[in-house]
């Protein structure tokens, strides 16, 4: 299978957010048509087997599509992780029938949004608060889940909460009686993501509504499930920041004169190109080393997905600040492709897995595997 993903796609993608994406972030808004024209086309999570109606593409594959969709726009991006880290979770966690079910709506142009955090559990997912409890063939959720992305455009919210001793996810229709979204105001970066803090008050779902059927399984468990394609997806997002903002420093350093000649041929502004270059390469590599682990159901993807999404984050926050000081005062306002870049990259350093999770984890695979 090819790893890039097809023209078509790509042509979408490009013809959908055009020069937009700035006006985008500065609106704080995603148009409802490009978000439902993308997903329709299964774009939006296009590792959906075509048995369900989905792209079926492999993870390198939907990797190289998110980091186009990056390159131009984290918010829209920020979307497709979400998307398809549902999908994913739907993939993993339901039964046949619920597969059938929900994967057709996902590749159609519904949009669903996952919920972990709430205000007390952050890195910590183990003092999640939110319950779910059964009465009669009904699941009935309590709780409030906070920074949820694309969920003030979601019609579906997957929700993770505990049940008993164990935990449980849960499909819940955004319009259910109950549930409450209130967008989270003027977030730092990914302005346009939908995020969203959602209450759920009493909020009652069929039973089958529940993924697997029935609730009671390992929290940690289910969660890492979901987080894994969060994780591999954040990190091929930041690929792409890292390749906008390559493209946008060497152009700059190219065309801009400074003391008689091109800012290229000033040796320390070289080496901010070295880095940015450097950054994309070691970055699109782990990305890759990831999606394959994937794509070969390797033992390693746990590790291999922590360490993309570690690698890629870091690089592209540091990235994204080298390319504002190639530009300087030319990418230094709103709306800018580096400017953006900058902001919406600081915030990868803190989703998925924080950098302190990430290195935490890698130093205890470091101590188990030496
Ligand atoms: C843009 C954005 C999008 C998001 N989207 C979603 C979403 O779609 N769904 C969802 O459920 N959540 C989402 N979140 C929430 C996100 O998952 C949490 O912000 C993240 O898990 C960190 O939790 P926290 O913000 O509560 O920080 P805290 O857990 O309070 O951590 C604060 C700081 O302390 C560090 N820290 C914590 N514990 C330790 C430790 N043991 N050792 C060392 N350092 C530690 C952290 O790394 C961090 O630097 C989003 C957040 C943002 C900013």
Redesign the pocket.
Known sequence: MSERPDAAAVALVDELVGDLAGTWDTSGVLPDPVLRKLGGAGLLCAQVPEVYGGPGYSSLRNGELTAHVGGRCSSLR?IQT?QGMAAWTVTRLGTERQRAAYLPRLVGGELA?????EPG????LSTMETRARIDGDELVLDGH??????AAYADLVVVFAGYGDAGTAVMVPAGAPGVTIERVPE?L??RA?G?ANVRLDGVRVPLDSVLGGRPGQSLPLLVTIALAYGRISVAWGCAGILRACLAAATAHARGRRQFGRPLAEHQLVARHLAELFTAERVASRACADASASWDGNSPDLVTATMLAKYVSSTQAARGAATAVQVLASAGARDGHAVARAYRDAK?ME????????CE?MLARHALSAA
């Open positions: 920020s979400s949004a996952v919920a972990f955090s559990a952050g890195s910590d889940k906070v920074w949820i992305t694309g977030p970066g990914c993501a995020h915030l803190i989703i998925e897995g924080s950098n302190e999770m935490l």
